[in-house]
């Protein structure tokens, strides 16, 4: 059985603050900073985001922070947890 996801964490808007950082905007008018360095620090596909061009060059794609042709993406409920400090869904680990 899927499990029913609210809408509460719908990423709506996301703005790009300085390097590592995204302001993000959810459908229930809640909003915070994300701070991505740690993504960096992983390596792999993320090291792409040492070129700060790149990292600039994100777009929604519903409702999913996405890079690249969907390259990289972060999901909106990893997204809504760092920008709100709010418990993940308790269907998600973190």
């Known amino acids: 059985m899927t499990p029913v996801i609210d809408n509460y964490d719908d990423l709506v ?3 790009y603050i300085e ?5 993000c ?5 809640k909003s915070g900073v994300v701070e991505m360095n740690h993504y960096y620090k992983k390596g792999g596909v993320f090291s792409k985001f040492a070129n700060i061009e790149y990292f600039k060059s994100f777009y929604i794609d519903n409702g999913v922070l996405s890079w690249g042709e969907g390259e990289i993406d972060l ?3 990893t997204l809504y947890h760092a920008a709100t400090g709010e418990p993940f869904p308790e269907w998600m680990e973190p």
Do not use: L, Y
Not at 19 to 23: E, L, R, V, Y
């Open 13 to 15: 808007n996301a703005e």
């Open 19 to 23: 390097p590592f950082k995204i302001k």
């Open 25 to 29: 905007t959810f459908s229930n008018g």
């Open 75 to 77: 999901a909106p409920e």
